[in-house]
Every structure is written in C-alpha cells, then in structure tokens.
C-alpha cells in the first residue's frame, strides 16, 4: 500500500512513510471491513464515521512537517488510526473525538499497539484543547464552513495547521495554514478533498448551518468578490462567438504577436471543440505567420508517420500502426485527421522542402517502437553498429511492450538497469553523426529522427524506473522530456522556426499557477515561459457540460461520457454565469483592466484526461490554480461535444502509407 498508493502518488517524506509502513491499519476497523484496509480508500467506521483514505493521511502528515520534538492536536480522531501514525513521527499526540464511543475505541487500539504517547478525549475539538495548547501541528480530519478561532489561537508562532474548508459540508479545499506571527498566517490550498463534517460551536451546527463565527479572523480571510461581480467582468472583457467556425481569430493572433512558441491546450483527450478550434487556430497561425512546427502530446514515432505523410518523405514502416496504443481516439480522431489532410494539402502546395510545415510527438511512450525505428536506421547505414545497439537494446526484452514491469523489476534489483545500454546507444549514434549524414545522401531528416527514438528510449527507461520512485519524478521527467524534444525540433528547423504545441492544459498551463507546484512538479508550459519570456503564448480551454470521450480505467475500451455541470467553486462556474456560451478570453492584455485582479483568487479548475471518472469528480479532475497566471488566453465552451474516433470503414482503400490507415 504504502509503495503503491502513497510513495508512487508523490508522498516523499520517508518518516512519514516508514510511519504508514509501522500501523497497522487493519486493527483500526471492524473484522469484516479487515480484508480492505490497505486499499486506498475511506471506509465505514463505528457512529456511521469514516476512517480517512491512508494517502489522505500521509499528505496530511506530510504537510505538517513534524520534528520529533513536536506536540500535535488531531480534531476528529474517529477511530484513532492518523493519531497513531502521527505519534511515529512526532513526541506527543492530542486527539479529540465528538462520539464517546470512537474516541473510547481509539484510546484503547493505541494502548494495545503500545502507542504510550497517544492521548484521546471526547469533546469538540473545534475549540482546540487549551490544556495542552500551544501546538506545534493541528490536522483538522473533518471539513467546517471555515477554520476555527480557537485553533488559529492554539497553533504555536511557526506551528502548521492543516485543515479541509468549504462552504457546503460535503466538499471542501483542503488549506495549509502557518502561523508567521501573533498575527499573521500564511495560507495556501493544497487541494479538493471531501471529508465528513466538522461538527461543532465553531464547525457546523447540527442542523447543517455554520455555526456563528466566534470572531472574524482577518488574517487569513482573503478579500473575496462575489461570483457574479467576476462572471460580469468575464462577461465584459470576452470576444464572444456564436459559431467556432467563424469566430474572429485575428484579434488573438495580433496579440500572439512574434511569439515564437504557442501552447494551445484542452481541458480533456475527448472533446471536439476544443480539437477543432485548436486546429482553427493553427491553420490560421501557418497560414498567416509563418509557424512551420506542429508539435503534439502524441509519440515520437507515430507522428513521424504523420509528418511523412504530410510533407510526402519515405522511410520505414511502424512495428505498429500509427497510435494504436491506448488511448487510441486521442490522436486517431476525425478532426485529427482532417487537420492532417487540411496540412497535406497546405504543404503539397509548397515547392521547396524545408518551407513546409512539419509534424513531432513529444511524448515518451514509445520504447518499442523507438526501437524499431533506431535498429531500422542502422541497419541501413551500418549493420556492424546496428548489431551493436541490437545486443544493448535486448537489456529491455521481454518487457519491451509493457515497460512499466521492467521498471519494477529494476527498481527491486531483481533485473540489471538497462541505462548503460541506452546512453551508449545514443553516444555512439551522435558521434557518428556526419558520417551517416554523408553516406546517407543529403537526408538529415533520417538521422534527425533516428537520433530523437534513441533520446526517447534513453528517457523512457528513466521514466519507467522513476515511476516507482514518486509520481512528481516522473511527471516531471515527462514534461523535461517533452520540452527538450521541442528544442530539439526547432533548432533542427532552424532559427527562423515557429511551433505550436498541442497538449492537455495540464502540460502547457503554467505549472507555477496551480496546485501542481506544492507537489514538486513542473510542466512543459512553464519551461517553456522560463525559456522564451514574453515571446511564448499560452492558450487553455474549459467547458461547463456535455460529452466527452474517455474511459472508466486505464486499458479499457472508450465510453462516451457525460460531463457533470463544472463545480460552484471553479473558474468554469465564473465563465458559465457570465452568460456568454463561447467565447475568447484574453488574460495577458484583458480589454477590462481589473479582469486579471478579479480572477486572482484561486479557484477550482476541472482537468479531464483519458479517464474520467464523474462519480469522484471533485477528487479525480479538479485542482486548484490561478488562471490568469496559468494561461495568456483561455477559450470557453458553455457545451462540447465527445470527439468522434475513425471508424474502420471510414479509412477502407486509402493507401498503406496514410497514417490513420486500420
Ligand atoms: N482521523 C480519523 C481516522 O484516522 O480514523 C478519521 C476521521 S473521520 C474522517 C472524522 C471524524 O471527525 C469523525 O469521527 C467525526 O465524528 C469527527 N468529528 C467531527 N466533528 C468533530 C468535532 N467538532 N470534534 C471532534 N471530532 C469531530
């Protein structure tokens, strides 16, 4: 459990992991519900409570940043399990629970683990315990309408409390509070979360109404606008549209200006109007600026194929047939490939090769089929070398088609590393760069892709090692990946070179601007703004409802989904009230000079990938952020549709070499 769902979910903190590994979680529920206490999840405890999500737990411990030394104040001890942990890692634990029979139950399972250091009363634990205050660390394990007075008040000069708050008992934003000073707290969100009610004089009230709030705590209450002064802000400063097909983009490209990287996000891998309005957008760009790079969320070597195909070069076929690995309909989709048509046809009309608009993948999911491509180039150009590589690649058979097991065994020590083999490869493949060059008559292009599948199989035996190590590594090795391959292509393409990049707005909204960044982890948005300053745009979308394509699991087949109405609390609700059903909403240089001032407040924002899951929606696809601070421009859609994949039939006598061939 702890491996698999805390350490691989991010949590890096190993006196907070070796805390999870010591408690047993199975003595702290009853003897049916003993055979899942290590899945990650709540489940039922006495009084009708819940014991917390153990990964809930750990971030919450973690967050808290003890020291041995630490005196902590846990409110809502339920069965007494966080208290437990959170007495491995500091010296003394205060524990309060509302139900007489919880808390009698918690005192007893920490006495018999011999957890001497555990001390749990039955009270309301939103007036704190004063006894024993001040605290080095509170963690609040139920959700109130704000957070309590009297635990701002218990909290040591320099203590952390970490608390879930929202405005209706179900849902909450779980906050990070520290105490800077008599006065003064700093305060950030570390995300969505849902917990029970806090019920108490400064919680809820039991009839499901705020208590009344003891007394205004300033210090941490931001000046707040109300919904529907933003929405009217949103509404004046938007350039409305009533049909994408004809929506005006040369104000946007007047404000795109000399960039020489644009960002066009999506808000999920499933929905049409936002493929089709980012491929508006780059057609517009091409044709008017001058942009010649297309560079995609997709593989290297699928979208080689596609590049082939749309500047009309040769070269050898896939192991596999272009995007055929989950999620399929990603990049095989009608619009896709109407864009890629739409691309031929531009090109075709171009004499001279190197002026014609290129397409990349920048992802790093492609460790067979890099393979292939790198062993089908040297046994063309030497078959000594390709020999070679051939001995140093079979380090990854038989894992090369599920990597991710080659990760674990490698990681466990059970199966040598492969990272030798891949950076000999790639070493000895660079310095013989020009020889092959030159016997290759005059095609770059070749060697530029071959040296790119060996980049991808050298990152990709990282990532699939680094999986097992913490999900913010190899998220972050991902996107590191993903911006030094767009480097990569464009100085390949020379310093007059303009790209556009496609992907979710997870990767090109500025990682800085959202809850991403408490995590550790960066994306290829923010690189990129490091990198190119004001010469970079960066364009996000959202939609309020509709459909959208996308499976229940990783690995299972596509479903075509209903999106739940966006959250009261997110950035998605502020453009739905706005009462405009599409629009444009420059962030950068607004058309209302307090828009940026207004939407400054941190919001939810709904992320939907490949999987969505709407029964869990506030856990799974929000986050928090900042979005005039994540995008320069963000396009809104009230209603989408799901995209529409290619069907067999649709492709039936094309020629082999069309990349969305079946
Ligand atoms: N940390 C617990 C564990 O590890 O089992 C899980 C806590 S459960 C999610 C929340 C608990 O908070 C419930 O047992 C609930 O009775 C308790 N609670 C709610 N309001 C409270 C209050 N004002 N004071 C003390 N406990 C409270």
Not at 476 to 498: C, I, K, W, Y
Not at 574 to 597: I, K, M, Q
Not at 602 to 614: F, H, M, S, T
């Amino acid at each position: 459990m702890v491996d698999r769902q805390i350490a691989a979910r991010g949590v890096r903190n190993e006196r907070v992991l070796n805390a999870m590994r010591t408690v047993p979680r199975e003595e702290f529920v009853a003897g049916r519900m003993r055979e899942f206490a290590y899945e990650d999840s709540p489940l039922p405890i006495e009084e009708g409570q819940t014991i917390s999500q153990p990964y809930i737990v750990a971030v919450m411990a973690e967050a808290l940043d003890l020291r041995p030394t630490d005196r902590v104040l846990e409110v809502g001890a339920g069965s007494g399990y966080a208290a437990c942990v959170l007495s491995r890692i500091a010296a003394e634990v205060f524990a309060i629970e509302r139900w007489e029979q919880l808390a009698q139950l918690a005192q007893e399972r920490a006495d018999r683990l011999g957890y001497d250091n555990v001390r749990v009363l039955c009270g309301d634990g939103t007036r704190g315990w004063a006894e024993h205050a001040p605290f080095d660390a509170i963690a609040v394990a139920a959700g109130g309408p704000e957070v309590p007075q009297s635990l701002l008040e218990q909290l040591a000069i320099g203590g952390r409390l970490v608390i879930p708050v929202g405005k209706d008992a179900r849902t909450q934003e779980l906050l990070h509070i520290r105490r800077t000073g008599e006065h003064a707290f700093d305060r950030k969100s570390l995300g969505a979360v849902r917990f029970v009610p806090l019920i108490g004089s400064e919680g809820w009230l039991a009839d499901g109404t705020p208590a009344p709030t003891r007394r205004a705590a300033p210090q941490v209450a931001a000046a707040r606008a109300t919904r529907t002064d933003v929405s009217q802000v949103v509404r004046e400063s938007c350039e409305p549209f009533d049909d994408l097909e004809f929506a005006d983009l040369a104000p946007l490209l007047d404000r795109i200006g000399d960039s020489r990287v644009v960002l066009i996000g999506e808000a999920s891998h499933g929905t049409r109007e936002f493929y089709r309005m980012r491929a508006r957008i780059t057609q517009a760009l091409i044709e008017q600026r001058g942009f010649d790079v297309v560079a995609i969320e997709g593989d290297w070597p699928d979208t080689e194929t596609v590049d082939r195909y749309v500047r009309g070069r040769s070269g050898p076929d896939l192991r596999s047939m272009a995007y055929s690995r989950f999620p399929t309909w990603m990049w095989r989709n009608r619009t896709t490939r109407e864009f890629v048509d739409w691309l031929k046809e531009h090109n075709d009309a171009i004499a001279e090769p190197a002026a014609k608009v290129s397409m990349h993948g920048l992802d790093l999911y492609s460790l067979d089929n890099s393979i292939g491509a790198v062993l089908a180039y040297l046994d063309e150009v030497d078959p000594v070398a390709a020999r070679a590589a051939q001995v140093r690649y079979s380090c990854f058979s038989p894992w090369e088609t599920d990597p991710a097991v080659y990760g674990r065994a490698a990681v466990s020590g059970r199966l040598p590393s492969c990272e030798a083999h891949v950076v000999a490869t790639l070493k000895d493949l660079l310095q013989r760069r020009l020889d092959y060059i030159e016997r290759i008559a005059k095609d770059g292009e070749r060697f530029f892709d071959a040296e790119q599948n060996a980049r991808v199989v050298r990152d990709a035996e990282h990532y699939y090692r680094t999986m097992y190590y913490g999900a913010a590594d190899s998220w972050n090795l991902r996107d590191q990946h993903m911006f030094e391959t767009l480097q990569m292509v464009l100085a390949h393409r020379g310093p007059e070179s303009r790209a556009i990049v496609w992907a979710h707005n997870s990767h090109v909204g500025d990682a800085r601007a959202t809850e991403m960044s408490a995590r550790g982890e960066l994306n290829i948005g923010q690189l990129v703004r490091e990198s190119y300053g004001d010469r970079c745009y960066v364009i996000g979308f959202g939609t309020d409802h509709g459909t959208v394509a996308a499976a229940s699991n990783w690995n299972e087949p596509l479903e075509f989904k209903t999106v739940r109405p966006s959250h009261e609390r997110s950035y998605e609700r502020v453009c739905l009230d706005s009462g405009r059903p599409a629009f444009l909403l420059p962030l950068r240089t607004p058309h209302r000079d307090d828009l940026r001032d207004v939407l400054a407040e941190p919001r939810l924002e709904r992320a939907i990938g490949v999987i969505y899951r709407p029964e869990t929606e506030l856990l799974s696809h929000y986050f928090q952020a900042v979005l005039p601070m994540q995008f320069d421009e963000y396009v809104w859609f009230e209603e989408t549709n799901a995209i529409e994949p290619i069907e067999a039939h649709e492709v039936q006598g094309v020629p082999e070499t069309y990349p969305f061939g079946v």
